[in-house]
């Protein structure tokens, strides 16, 4: 149950930034609040709250100019691909082999 909410939630959050209009993720309020909600949702779930606590650690490195809004873009999709990786390979374990 939890890798199928998982994937849905990994999927659902985009990347830390937006266009360079518009500043990035980090600094819509709106946004913080999705993560917040899902995280709330998600108590038990480990994966999401990696990733919670990794985009707001994140955010908080782009906020600080030790990170550029790219190179947390870049971190954060190898985090989630890996957690998404991780996820098929353990369902597909569970399923056993092929035929």
């Avoid at 779930?45 to 782009?62: E, M, P, R, S």
């Avoid at 954060?76 to 082999?97: C, N, S, V, Y």
């Amino acid at each position: 149950m939890y890798s199928v909410v998982t994937a849905l939630c990994l999927l659902f959050f985009s990347s830390l930034p937006a266009s360079a209009d518009e500043g990035t993720y980090c600094d819509d309020p709106a946004v913080w609040l999705d993560w917040h909600e899902q995280a709330t949702k998600q108590k038990g779930n480990l994966d999401f709250q990696t990733l919670h606590a990794l985009w707001i650690g994140l955010c908080a490195k782009v906020h600080a100019g030790t990170l550029t809004a790219d190179e947390a873009d870049v971190l954060f999709e190898r985090a989630r691909g890996t957690l998404i990786q991780r996820q098929q390979e353990q369902k597909d374990k569970q399923r056993g082999p092929s035929l």
